[in-house]
């Protein structure tokens, strides 16, 4: 068995999903996908898994058009009003990456409440990604060090990064059928094992992901040494 302290996912497959389902509009996939989203996260804080990081929003994203932009930033909203019960039930503490001050200033308010309603917690932590993009949590974290009179260095370099105190990621999944990070957590992913399904989001199933996480507990992880003799 290999320790699992975090698992990251990029959750693609939504529009593709709502197209599939004959949906004339992709954020019909969006609103499936949340759901999965919620089982994920029970399933995760059952297992004993210490981070779940979620790709919702990428710096990139303000390229769709806007009435997806608006959807998905209400969706976000009515997601963390619901959910707050579930994380007070489970014990789950929120948290986000990403640069949030560019959101809506009722999301702003409501990843706030979230947060601090739920800091207090030791279990499972649910990291939203939103407005995040690597090469941006990068570049800040060289101005925060710079501000801060601090020489960056591997062992310091997480304290400036968004994800400062989380471990890195141990399993990083992507579904959808591509094969690309796409500007998510490209440093804490250095030695993370990769898993791709062509399974659409919205698709997903907690079964799916119990078989991936029995294919990582068979890899042995060397980080870069060699094998045990
Ligand atoms: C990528 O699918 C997905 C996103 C850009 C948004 C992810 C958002 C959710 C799963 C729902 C909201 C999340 C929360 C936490 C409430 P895509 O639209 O690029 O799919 P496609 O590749 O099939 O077009």
Known sequence: MNELKHIAIIMDGNGRWAKKRGFSKRIKGHEEGAKRVREITIFASNYGVKFLTLYAFSTENWKRPKYEIDFLMKL??????????LFLENEVRFQTIGDISK????LQDRIF???EKTSHFKGLTQVLAINYGSRDEIIRAFHKAKKSGVDLTQENMNDFLDTAGMPDVDMLIRTGGEQRLSN???????????????????DFT????KQMIEKF?????????????
């Open 76 to 85: 976000m909203d009515i997601y963390l009003k619901n959910e707050l019960k």
């Open 103 to 106: 959101l809506p200033k009722n």
């Open 113 to 115: 409440y979230t947060k």
């Open 184 to 202: 998510f957590l490209l440093w804490q992913s250095a030695y993370s094992e990769l898993f791709f399904t062509k399974t659409l989001w919205p």
């Open 206 to 209: 907690v079964d799916e992901l």
């Open 217 to 229: 507990n068979k890899i042995e992880r060397r980080f870069g040494g060699v094998k045990n003799e």
